[in-house]
């Protein structure tokens, strides 16, 4: 495996510490033990700039801190979470932030991330819960599509405009003219 | 909004306190293993009565966490709750056995394997808590990194765990800074607003939060890159103790624990104590 740069290794760090602070806060919505989540959106932005390994750690750190301080880590949805990072991770790969950002990189970041929170939460945390906790189907899989939904709607929203405001903080090449 | 309360490091002397960094991560993760992997209630119990002799002996006291402790129970009340309305009869399927205690409406009865079936559950996550919350409290942050090292993480991941953990605090305040300056500008948070406005409201407190954090990544990783931070394959801890006696003694007992686990819960082919057949 390729070693981890220094910058990845603070962005998980810095990233981790995010997910936590934004998880403490989260929105609660009608269905149990599942929020709105804006930790999700900044992971997205994270997996996204700093690749599938950052979004995949950012995920698990972060998570199992949340957990860890509340009730004792959920372990499923901890996987879920940073499988997610690391889905918009390996999507967004290629994506050259320093272009700048266009409608078809956004394209791209929403398309990922859709699909990453469809097989976190729709597949992947309800199948170890199962395989853990032995709950029933329905439940499980009501949950996972919820916490999907939502958290879809949250990358989206918030991780759109997050991408779109870091864009513009960034010098773009050859923004320089000779007069 | 009002500060957040966290679970954090507790210092005390105790024997808890005393083992390694190390030893309280190895034992917690099997431990956790441990109960994710059995349903069965002998063992389940067992594990509950061992969490509690744990607690007893690391000198913390029960209101340094009841705060937590409230919040798990809500936690296992909504989800006992959720899985009574979705399948009410989960546990006679499972235990291959009805006995209706009474019926409420329709579908819902109850029954005494769903019951237990409910018991079971709750204890696979009640077992762990207090074990998870003790790590927590007793394991000092500057040792964690050092022990996610010695059990063969690379440390370039612990050092990234130990980051985080440095700077939840400087988050947190930045984040309350800018929520607050927010506020004063008139931006609601609560939930006075509706719940469209309240997540566009938070993208304006999140924006400022990830960029003066995107500039601190900078900066941080600028500092640890003049220190050569990752030129070497190994790196030593300053705040690494020594294995003692009472380590060994405590991996030797999480190992047992786990092998009982897995040979009283697996003996009989299934995961399940069953005295309904």
């Known amino acids: ?179 | 909004m009002a500060k957040v309360a966290i679970m954090s490091y507790i210092r005390r002397k105790s024997l808890v306190h005393e083992l390694t960094g190390t030893t309280k991560l190895v034992f917690f993760l099997l431990w956790s293993v441990a109960a994710m992997v059995t349903y069965d209630t002998r063992v389940l119990l067992c594990m509950l009565a061992g969490s509690f002799v744990i607690f007893k002996i690391s000198k913390v006291r029960f209101r340094e966490v009841r705060f937590v402790l409230g919040l798990a129970a809500v936690f296992l009340l909504m989800n006992n709750l959720f899985v009574y309305l979705f399948s009410p009869e989960y546990g006679v399927g499972l235990y291959r056995s009805r006995t209706v205690l009474l019926t409420v409406a329709g579908p819902y009865t109850v029954t005494l394997e769903q019951l237990f079936y409910h018991f079971n559950m709750t204890m696979k996550v009640v077992c762990v808590v207090p074990v998870a919350l003790l790590f927590i409290a007793c394991t000092d942050p500057s040792e964690f990194a050092a022990s996610l090292a010695s059990i063969g993480v690379s440390y370039r991941i612990g050092y990234s765990v130990s980051l985080a953990l440095r700077y939840i605090p400087d988050v947190q305040r930045d984040f309350t800074n800018i929520s607050q300056a927010q506020q004063a500008r008139g931006i609601e948070l609560s939930g006075k607003d509706k719940f469209w406005t309240r997540i566009k409201n938070s993208a304006a407190i999140l924006l400022p939060l990830v960029l003066s954090s995107l500039n601190r990544i900078e900066t941080v990783s600028n500092a640890m890159e003049l220190r050569g931070f990752g030129k070497k394959n190994k790196r030593t801890w300053y705040v690494q103790r020594k294995f003692q006696k009472k380590d060994w003694i405590a991996m030797g007992l999480a190992v047992a624990i786990i092998a009982l686990d897995l040979l009283i819960t697996f003996r009989d082919g299934s995961r399940y104590y069953n005295p309904f057949l």
Not at chain 1, 10 to 22: M, N, P, Q, Y
Not at chain 1, 31 to 53: D, E, W
Not at chain 1, 157 to 162: A, D, E, H, I, M
């Open chain 1, 1 to 179: 495996m390729k070693k981890l740069s220094v910058k990845s290794v603070v962005a998980i760090g810095i990233g981790a510490a995010l997910f936590f602070v934004l998880g403490k806060i989260s929105i609660p919505t009608p269905v149990p033990n599942t929020y709105i989540s804006l930790q999700y959106a900044v992971q997205a932005v994270f997996a996204m700039l700093f690749g599938p390994i950052a979004g995949l750690l950012i995920g698990l750190v972060g998570h199992t801190l949340i957990d860890a301080t509340n009730y004792g880590p959920w372990w499923s949805w901890i996987i879920a979470s940073g499988m997610a990072g690391l889905i918009i991770g390996i999507i967004t790969m290629k994506l050259d932030m320093s272009e700048g950002l266009d409608g078809k990189k956004l394209i791209r970041f929403n398309v990922a991330q859709v699909i990453a929170h469809l097989v976190s939460w729709g597949f992947i945390a309800p199948c170890l819960d199962i395989l853990i906790y032995a709950e029933p189907l329905e439940k499980l899989f009501m949950q996972g599509l919820v916490a999907g939904i939502s958290n879809m709607l949250t990358t989206g929203v918030v991780g759109t405009l997050l991408l779109i405001a870091y864009s513009k903080t960034l010098v773009k090449k050859g923004s320089l003219n000779k007069e």
